[in-house]
């Protein structure tokens, strides 16, 4: 028989019976919106982990070797900023402070914030403004307030507003935006980087990080090893994405969650569809073995099987997407925090997984049919 016809014969058998086409169908829809949904959540988190990296945006940061993420900095000591600024391939680097305060608002409430001190010359790293000036920043007391999510808990300031910020007057003189939002719900403030340290209880050393850019591309390598040679680390912008997100994967609880739900999303799928997909073939059972009589070899039965199987598992992986897409988009107009993100390697590994439904469901439903004597069925 020829294959068109024999595909067409398949798609007949496996829409007629609609209860179980839809049961088929809700499984793996399920079980894909479950595995994307899952792991997109992890992927939003990973990207708000390194949020302060894309924000700043430096080409090459220098950290003690103990740092794993942006939060748990080690502050530097003085010279190792002149000996950076020194090294071959710099051309040039300045400190950056990132710490955490307690704000005191005009209603008497205190909310904890994360201050951001930026290069007293070169301000790299600045948000973009969305009011006021940048340059208001060196005027007494001033701070700029990142407009995020977390924008209300600092009772949504103006230009202008005033509160306390560690027992220290602090002024908002503009408000900004960044690329991303932070992970952990605190608002964020940028001031200078002598009025941070100033304001805020530091060490003997102040420097939270050094943020270096090289003369070129080809120099980031030279300049790791100099970094090293002195006993700390400089990694470039997406080695320290990947130490953020290594660490949050594999040295905290999160990664092991997510990968076990993703685990249970994928075997209530291939539960669901192998079960529904080997009853289908049950019932189908006298109508391929009428093909078989009639002529149809083995070969165009095998492809009847995987045929539905295909249908069935890529048309689920497309409706779970769509729902995941539906999900995000009500979810982000209505929480703020929402953090999840599409992927290109969570889309793959459902990808991958409905495959792997599809493949079993297939093996299930060819070694039965196969088994298929006209003489039985019609005996029958």
Do not use: C
């Amino acid at each position: 028989m020829r294959l068109p016809g024999i595909l067409l014969i398949a798609f007949k058998l496996l829409v007629n019976d609609r209860g179980k086409f839809s049961a088929l169908l809700l499984g793996i829809t399920f079980a894909v919106f479950l595995m994307v949904q899952i792991t997109s959540m992890f992927a939003g988190i990973l990207g708000r982990a390194s949020a302060s990296i894309t924000n700043i945006g430096a080409a090459m940061w220098v950290m003690d070797p103990a740092v794993k993420n942006t939060v748990s900095s080690i502050p530097l000591p003085g010279y190792l900023l002149d000996a950076v600024r020194s090294m071959e391939g710099v051309s040039y680097a300045v400190p950056l402070y990132v710490g955490g305060a307690q704000a005191r608002l005009a209603d008497g409430t205190f909310q904890g914030v994360s201050v951001v001190g930026l290069d007293d010359t070169t301000l790299l790293g600045r948000p973009r403004m969305l009011e006021g000036r940048l340059s208001d920043i060196y005027a007494d007391n001033a701070f700029l307030v990142v407009r995020d999510a977390e924008f209300y808990k600092l009772g949504s300031p103006r230009i202008g507003t005033v509160f306390e910020l560690n027992d220290h007057r602090a002024t908002v003189v503009g408000l900004a935006q960044v690329a991303s939002n932070g992970l952990f719900g605190v608002p964020t403030l940028y001031t200078t980087y002598s009025r941070a340290i100033q304001y805020l209880p530091v060490t003997r050393f102040t420097a939270s990080y050094i943020l270096v850019e090289p003369r070129n591309a080809a120099a980031a390598p030279l300049i790791e090893r100099q970094v090293a040679a002195l006993g700390y680390q400089a990694l470039t912008r997406e080695g320290f994405v990947s130490r953020v997100s290594r660490f949050y994967t594999f040295e905290t609880g999160m990664g092991t969650n997510i990968l076990i739900m993703t685990l249970i999303s994928f075997l209530v799928g291939l539960s669901i569809s192998g079960q529904t997909f080997y009853t289908f073939i049950l019932e189908n059972l006298e109508k391929f073995g009428a093909l078989k009589a009639i002529g149809a070899q083995g070969r165009d039965l095998v492809a009847m099987i995987l045929f539905q199987a295909a249908f069935t598992s890529l048309t689920g992986y497309g409706l779970g997407i769509g729902l995941v897409v539906v999900l995000m988009l009500i979810a982000r107009a209505r929480l703020p925090d929402y953090a999840a993100t599409l992927t290109g390697w969570n889309l793959g590994l459902a990808f991958a997984m409905v495959l792997v439904i599809a493949a079993a469901s297939s093996y299930i439903g060819v070694r039965k049919v196969l088994r298929i004597e006209p003489f039985d069925i019609f005996r029958g």
